[in-house]
């Protein structure tokens, strides 16, 4: 089984889309959660930092965390264009050194 | 504040040419730093990491080296390029006991 498991899409969506990403993983040891969004040819931006279970919200975007199931989502609400990028889930543990990505989910926000 | 720089963010090499890829962090001391490559469909790889001066540790056995001659520099080389050497670098840094990377613009490298 993988450590981290997210679809990669596409994932076509109108504008103003509410858009839900998701990311499993297998280790339990993962104690820190983000989500980085990569415009084309560009290198990932942090987008998202959580640490415990439960929702957190910043603007348009609200990331979620289910320990127990090992589950973690991104909502993007009113989507824009602006927002099609490949979306990476990332995940650190207190006894690794670097973080761990999913292969990322590409999302495009139709106008 | 900090900032990350990586250059330079396109590369064309033949085949078993010479390669350096630089990168520096600025507004900060002791960073960790990490080079990775993201191929298509694969996600991004973890190459090389570092804690500091001269200590680097190799994820991936392959044809590529790192090394740390100042404590925000990092640099990956390569002796001689090979075809399956040609992706998307990219450098990152993270705070000593930090959780979460800051990346550069990546360098795409095409080997021809």
């Known amino acids: 089984q993988k450590e981290v498991e997210q679809d990669p899409g596409p994932l076509s969506v109108p504008e103003g889309a509410i858009v839900s990403l998701n990311c499993t993983y297998s280790?339990?040891?993962?104690?820190?959660f983000m989500w980085y969004r990569q415009y084309s040819r560009k290198g990932p931006e942090l987008l998202m930092y959580?640490?415990?279970?439960g929702n957190k919200e910043d603007g348009r975007f609200t990331a979620q965390v289910d320990k127990s199931s090992k589950y973690i989502s991104l909502f993007i609400r009113d989507s824009q264009p602006s927002d099609s990028a490949t979306y990476l889930c990332?995940?650190?543990?207190?006894?690794?050194?670097?973080?761990?990505f999913g292969k990322g989910t590409s999302l495009l926000v139709t106008p | 504040s900090q900032t990350i720089h990586q250059w330079p963010a396109t590369l064309v090499q033949p085949v078993g040419s010479p390669l350096s890829l630089e990168c520096t962090v600025e507004?900060?001391?002791?960073?960790?730093l990490y080079w990775y490559r993201q191929a298509a469909g694969r996600g991004l790889q973890l190459l090389f990491y570092?804690?500091?001066?001269?200590?680097i540790s190799s994820e991936v056995p392959q044809n590529l080296s790192a090394s740390r001659p100042q404590d925000r520099q990092f640099i990956l080389s390569s002796k001689k390029l090979l075809l399956s050497d040609s992706g998307f670098y990219l450098c990152?840094?993270?705070?000593?006991?930090?959780?979460?990377?800051?990346f550069g613009q990546g360098t795409r490298l095409t080997v021809v």
């Open positions: 990152a840094w993270s705070r000593t006991g930090g959780t979460e990377a800051f």
């Open positions: 280790n339990s040891a993962f104690q820190y």
């Open positions: 959580t640490y415990s279970s």
């Open positions: 990332a995940f650190y543990s207190n006894s690794g050194y670097a973080l761990n």
């Open positions: 507004g900060t001391s002791n960073p960790n």
């Open positions: 570092s804690v500091g001066i001269g200590q």
